[in-house]
């Protein structure tokens, strides 16, 4: 499973932005190595319009107070063999399901009055401002400068998979919370010919909060929203730099 199909948080203290910087190295090495567009295809692509995003209906999830998985510890079976070291690994994975469990109870009790009013902070136009953070990050696009335009047939589709309160750090014994959303876009052309498609993963890592303060403000909240949006658009941009090399 790569970085960009799981939210990759590093738990250090005031260095939140090795998040970023991880899953966004990921996303350009992943992207870097596609084939690039020739000159026809490039032709072709004389505009561009970006419809409203789908959203899955099941897209929320509730927050995620626990750490982030790592790799399941070694368990040592007697009699080492192929069989008892697949045991070993499977009872690895459940100890450490194990542990995320509990954490997440845990959380869920402490945090049990903001866990239950944090669903209405989410942006109620959260479709919206993908779709505009996407477009004006396109217009100053170096490839699509110019070229967005509503009507185009050639058309960028992002689609969000989930999205909601993810943990992003522990400090002085606080768990901090921001937004994350996850899903992917593509670029499909006039004749319904996928040009690019790439995972994608947007956390406002920068603005790790307790759940609380999100809770108690939605001014906050829908600032933290917004840079998770932003960081997802500019995830776009750099495909599509990548591809128009």
């Known amino acids: 499973m790569d970085c960009l199909s799981r939210h990759c948080l590093v738990e250090v203290p005031r260095m939140k932005w090795i998040q970023h910087t991880v899953v966004f190295s990921a996303f350009l090495l992943a992207a870097s190595c ?22 899955a209906g099941d897209a929320y999830k ?9 790799p399941a ?28 469990a509990a954490q ?10 903001a866990m239950s009013r944090i669903s209405n902070t989410v942006p109620g136009d959260l479709s919206e401002r993908i779709r505009k953070s996407v477009t004006k990050e396109l217009s100053t696009n170096s490839f699509f400068r110019g070229k967005v335009r509503d009507g185009s047939p050639n058309r960028l589709v992002v689609s969000i998979n989930s999205y909601g309160y993810v943990r992003t750090t522990k400090v002085d014994g606080n ?14 052309d006039a004749n319904g010919k996928s040009l690019l498609k790439q995972n994608l993963i ?9 759940l609380e303060d999100f809770a108690n403000d939605r001014k906050l ?8 949006i932003n960081y997802m658009a500019l995830q776009i941009s750099a495909a599509v730099d990548l591809k128009a090399q």
């Open 175 to 188: 768990i901090l919370m921001a937004p994350q959303i996850f899903g992917s876009f593509e670029l499909i």
């Open 73 to 100: 510890p070694v368990v040592v079976v007697p009699g080492a063999g192929f069989g008892a070291g697949a045991v070993g690994n499977g009872l690895g994975q459940l100890i450490v399901e194990g542990i995320g």
């Open 221 to 228: 909240a829908s600032a933290a929203f917004d840079d998770a």
């Open 202 to 210: 947007g956390i406002a890592a920068a603005k790790g909060r307790p």
């Open 62 to 70: 509730k927050p995620v107070g626990k750490m982030a998985g790592g």
């Open 104 to 113: 997440q109870s845990m959380y869920e009790n402490k945090h049990a009055d």
């Open 34 to 55: 596609a084939p690039k567009w020739d000159a026809a295809q490039k032709a072709a692509l004389s505009s561009v319009s970006v419809p409203a995003p789908v959203i």
